[in-house]
């Protein structure tokens, strides 16, 4: 006589199943060192992951491009060999155009526009905007607000007008200096101190925790406050895994995520605030603050870049970003 199985005795067979399985193996890569805001937020994700989720989740970190560098850990993402990502915003621009929207110049006024922008609907639409290429967006993660230095003051936007300064590899960072008059230089960002010093670039835009990690201020005279874009990061997921994951344990990560995206913005701000004054007290640069009137000059300035990306960032997202902004026009 054949044994019958009932569909709660099947239950109970795959419920077992479940329970003896392996933990789920989260590899996260990074490209940065464990005492930086990021390396210190991947660490703290694997702590809380594994105590609040013990025996279902297992995360291995992997700092210092250890596993994977910035050239290839997009595409080891994509093929499920790495799980979570932190790269720069910039990287992204091959798989969609829309999170141009941060390096958009003077679009926003603060890093706490910053925030409102990706806490609201048209930002966290953004974190979805990949998947048809099997990324998924799940959280920002800050660097700071980038400055400009520079080997003269600058004031009006005139004033950069000759200078080369060093950019990321970026079509809205080409067109921000191009508007100025000014001329850019790809660079790795660690050439940048070097090119600097030897004069192969007269300026550059960074935060404040970039400058002084690398001692910019020490071959820059000049350091204007223009808060004119953000140096972000966005932790990154393959869509595949993520979804099949047990709908708890995807719900606890996400939420874990989110206390951790907390605290790494926290101490990213804290950092470049503590390292502006690091520079001031240096005394080797003037920092240079910009009133209302001036620094809406350069806002103008920048307006017919924004028009430019407008097509393939979306008129809407820039719109959104535009509104959150709380001082008067």
Known sequence: MKPIITLAGLVLAVASAFAQAEPIVIKFSHVVAEDTPKGKGALLFKRLAEERLPGQVSVEVYPNSSLYGDADELEALREDKVQLLAPSLAKFEQYTKQVQVFDLPFLFDDIDAVNRFQKRAKGRQLLRSMEAHNITGLAYWHNGMKQLSATRPLRIPGDARGLDFRIQPSAVLQ?????????????????????LKSGTVQGAENPWSNIYSKKMHTVQPYITETNHGVLDYMVVTNTRFWMGMPH??????????????????????????????????????????????????????????????????????????????????
């Open 248 to 329: 708890k344990v995807r719900f606890e990560l996400e939420a874990i995520l989110d206390e951790v995206s907390y605290t790494v913005n926290k101490e990213a701000e804290q950092l470049n605030q503590a390292d502006r004054e690091r520079i001031r007290q240096a005394g080797t640069t003037q920092i240079i603050a910009l009133t209302d009137e001036e620094r809406q000059a350069w806002r103008e300035q920048m307006r017919p870049v924004w028009r430019q990306f407008e097509p393939a960032i979306g008129a809407d997202v820039i719109k959104a970003a535009e509104a959150v902004n709380r001082k008067s026009r």
């Open 175 to 195: 067109a921000q200096f191009d508007a100025l008059g000014a001329g850019a230089r790809k660079l790795p960002f660690a050439e940048v101190y070097g090119a």
